[in-house]
């Protein structure tokens, strides 16, 4: 078996956009491209299947079963075409992932898409103080011009690879022809992250020109950071408690 | 090499119901593979062979050698056709396990089969209390509704991924219109567990609507709950003696 | 790059038998096989390259370089048609190691090798006493009748597993109706064993009626016993003199 | 996708000398290719990509990406035509090395190269003293006399095993009769090595009979060298204030 894309419906399309959320530090890719599908209303019209996957079934509640699979989606926002990429993007071997990237390049050739944007994190290792920053990564430097104040990697300390899907989206597709952005949601690394997906999100409506709302994702930012801010200080009481000092950030949800 | 399958015979049947019993926790599905191969005096048709088993032979204690293979068998009950998979199932990769799970479907295909069962045990870490409990999952949530009183994952705590080649045979089968229930009997795992084979028989009986005796199941449970008692016993009466205490399930076969 | 096999000429052979020593405990086979070269003065007539093999060069003591290849010898011996296959064995994974010995098997093939002699070690993890015993295995178990006063694994308490090139040769070859016999020479496993290697080259003598002069392998053995007894005798005079006992068998050759 | 050679351009060479430098012990081959290019202003003309590189793409400092990629560079040199292979050597298989160098070897042929020298570095695993020594390989022992004054294996102990692209170049190489010598540089192997790469040019230089000026290498060693000095002063001042002694180099840069 190969990575093999099946179609349900091949939509009409004009100069689409392709934007690719499948993974990522602080799930944020993952976030993103699910949020863009739930609110954008978008429609599923092709699935790609990998026997480069982890070789199990995702069970779902009711007990039935599907294979893992990274789907395709799209919608139409002010007259613009977006397909969105989201759901399975964890492969077990780099021949696996180029297999991969290669099949939704070839998708994107087939409905011509001139420009890819593709969602993430960067993991920092530490809390986010205030706003999440965005860094921006582009197969041109002239993309980078487009938005206004995000990071380049010159002028911050950003290290100089970029593992997994989404950079190899950008490479890949920079071999082909098709321009493309990347765009990193300054993030922990270490727990599910809907600020730094608000901030990644908050980029790309600024690069498209489209409105995305994203007061869903706020909720459930501040739903966790509840759950965090109880959880330590329950833990700093017990610390208290036992007069231990050792540790420092214990709490996160890994 | 590639994974191949090689007919000894091809059967005449119709509408078959095709049976998968190759390995999972507890060794159920394999045992009760091999419990209804005996049991149906099914005949076996073909064998498959493949470069992602591990690189061994098997040795027979008359000093005679055959590679690992996963074998095909046919048996006629009460008018049914039944197929059985059963055999090595244990491969080196997930892309194998792929390759290996698409074989036995084209097998299906060309025989016709529009039922999948698939065998196997859910781990729980912990002795079973009372009976062995069943778990059901499919392809379809209206197949669930087909045996009565079976778990399904919505019910109890399961978890959501199921790993191997009895998950990826529902999986990769839907992706091919062919229906399938999954079978998973409540198991410790560390154990080779005949009362959880006898349970997830019964399931089948009942959903198959064909009789399957498992005396002989019956017999060899209570011949290692024998042994393990008896163990048990040995090894509290040591215990007693050296007043330790620490270790609570040291005595199980693994 | 597939492995792939280079002929430097095409033998003319008649029912010629296929001899096989790429491996195995205590470098029996490779020994044994590089010994029938020697001292049959056979003529390397084709090479076995792979991408299995590890990604590395050998360097001769003159500077000059070549791949790891196996390699196919021929000799007639008493009107007997010999092909001898030695070299390297060592693969990087189950499924290379199918595909070189597919490769094997297709030479033996087009030369119509009507029989396999595979020819390794079986490691005991102590040193042998006496004479080395030797296992036989076969693709049947008439042919196992054949030798007189070998031990089968019914008799001995011998793993139900056999991995690597050797068993491999004998459960493919089972497929494409080559008859083959395995023969393990009886080996500590941790050294060098020449005396094991002996065993099997006699036990080969007998089934093929042929002689082998192995006057070279006992001046070996007795060189590294010598050697291996002076070591064991200055390791016990300073054990003696620190008053150490704790070690057992460190002075093994690894 | 299988790995690939994109070509920009097919320069006009006449009996084209190859010369290669992925990667090595001390960064020897990397340094020396890198060095070759800027020194004789080559052209690069080819690009290698490969799905068993690493899945990562390399981020440049002005946030633009790009694969990992090994190229071919064309100079002519005193009417010698000269390819240089500097880049990407690291790969993720065995089986992705041999096809790597395939498709290098590839290139070789559509150009009709006649000779090849792979650069690279000997890990010693100590500092050098002096001048580092280079030792020489060749695909035939003739080889090894054009230069003067090279070690070879013979001469001096020298593991009799060449691992990854520098040693499969030959050995491949030497299968399609193309000729090669190797060049390795005496090198501690913990720290980036411009005085061994200068070695390795030096014999270059002699062996094809051209100039090439290393004048920045040794001005990068020196500064290197200035710099682990200054280290190791602040490093024994520290010990004797500590009185530690029980280190040895533990302040090579890794």
New interface residues.
């Given amino acids: 078996?190969e990575t093999e894309v099946?179609f349900l419906k091949v939509p009409r399309v004009k100069n689409p956009v392709l934007i690719e959320g499948l993974g990522g530090a602080g799930h944020v890719g993952k976030l993103a491209s699910e949020h863009l599908v739930k609110e954008m209303k978008a429609e599923r019209f092709a699935d790609l299947?990998s026997?480069?996957?982890?070789?199990?079934?995702?069970?779902?509640?009711?007990?039935?079963?599907?294979?893992p699979r990274a789907s395709f989606f799209w919608a139409r926002v002010n007259g613009k075409d977006l397909i969105i990429v989201s759901g399975e993007g964890q492969v077990?071997?780099?021949?696996?992932?180029?297999?991969m990237v290669?099949k939704i390049l070839e998708v994107a050739e087939k409905l011509e898409v001139r420009r890819i944007f593709a969602l993430g994190g960067y993991p920092t290792g530490r809390q986010t103080e205030g706003k999440p920053k965005v860094v921006?990564?582009?197969?041109?430097?002239e993309l980078?011009k487009e938005g206004k104040g995000y990071l380049?990697?010159?002028e911050k300390d950003?290290?100089?690879?970029?593992?997994?899907?989404t950079?190899?989206l950008?490479?890949?597709g920079?071999?082909r022809g098709i321009k493309g952005t990347?765009l990193l949601g300054e993030t922990h690394g270490a727990f599910v992250d809907h600020r730094s997906t608000q901030s990644v999100l908050e980029a790309l409506e600024e690069m498209l020109g489209i409105k995305i709302d994203t007061s869903v994702l706020e909720e459930r930012a501040r739903e966790v950071e509840r759950m965090v801010s109880k959880l330590r200080k329950e833990f700093e009481r017990r610390e208290l408690a036992e007069g231990a000092e050792e540790r420092e950030e214990p709490w996160y949800i890994r």
Same sequence: chains 1, 2, 3, 4.
């Fill in positions: 078996m099946r299947y026997p480069h996957f982890l070789h199990h079934v995702l069970v779902e509640r009711d007990g039935s079963v599907r294979l077990t071997s780099p021949e696996g992932q180029y297999e290669e921006a990564i582009a197969t041109d430097r980078l380049i990697p010159g950003f290290g100089p690879i970029l593992v997994g899907a950079g190899l950008l490479g890949l920079r071999t990347c």
